[in-house]
């Protein structure tokens, strides 16, 4: 069974980095594309953008400016790095396997990032 | 960006009745191979999301077959037959046919 795993500091201030990880286990990290989707407490849902194991990325134009995402395949690890973060950045961020479609099947339990001074 | 619009947004349901979920788009979600890339989600208070539907009517394994997806080109519908207690949640359409891919705004599933 494929699980998805968020890690993260939970707390950042503003104008400084987030960095995620997103540990794949149970499966290989190869084939699929894999996606960072946020939630802001209480609303619907994001897509971030997407990675895919060879490493070419896709992103949300909305974040393109601020987002990286990168691939260890030796480690079935992905990561994100959002930089220059406010309060509207507060989500949990879910890691998602799916395809260039979207059609995401397995889900992170996902990480509560908080944006505060 | 294809923008996707639920509704309703708030969905009153009667146990072991049928409910219904629209989903509109504003482009068609039809790609150029033929295929639609919409996707339905639901997701339980607490809990991550889990796909339901892909390609408009495909249901997950595991996903009981109460729940079925049809529509074609910019209109879909999720249709829940016999509403059961675990239904409960907040249920989402997804596109995946333009990019960026996008959600709708979601629809919240109550028991009366």
């Known amino acids: 069974q494929v699980q998805l795993q968020e890690s993260g500091p939970g707390l950042v201030k503003p104008s400084e980095t987030l960095s995620l990880t997103c540990t794949v286990s149970g499966g290989s990290i190869s084939v699929y594309y894999w996606s960072w989707i946020r939630q802001p407490p209480g609303k619907g849902l994001e897509w971030i953008g997407y990675i895919y194991y060879t490493g070419s990325t896709h992103y949300n134009p909305s974040l393109e400016s601020r987002v990286t995402m990168s691939v260890d395949t030796s480690k079935n690890q992905l990561s994100l790095n959002l930089t220059s973060v406010t309060a509207a950045d507060t989500a949990v961020y879910y890691c998602?396997?799916?395809?260039?479609?979207?059609?995401?099947?397995?889900w992170g339990q996902g990480t509560l990032f908080t944006v505060s001074s | 960006d294809a923008v996707m619009t639920q509704s309703p947004l708030s969905l009153p349901a009667t146990l072991g009745q049928s409910a219904s979920i629209s989903c509109r788009s504003s482009?068609?979600?039809?790609?150029?191979?033929?295929?639609?890339?919409l996707s339905w989600f639901q997701q339980r208070p607490g809990q991550s999301p889990r796909r339901l539907i892909y390609?408009?009517?495909n249901r997950d394994s595991g996903v009981p077959d109460r729940f079925s997806g049809s529509g074609s080109g910019t209109d879909f519908t999720l249709k829940i037959s016999r509403v059961e207690a675990e239904d409960v949640g907040v249920y989402y359409c997804?596109?995946?046919?333009?990019?960026?891919?996008?959600f709708g705004q979601g629809t919240r599933l109550e028991i009366k």
């Open positions: 998602a396997r799916g395809t260039w479609f979207g059609e995401f099947d397995y």
């Open positions: 997804a596109q995946g046919t333009h990019w960026p891919l996008t």
């Open positions: 482009q068609s979600l039809v790609y150029n191979d033929g295929k639609t890339y």
């Open positions: 390609k408009v009517s």
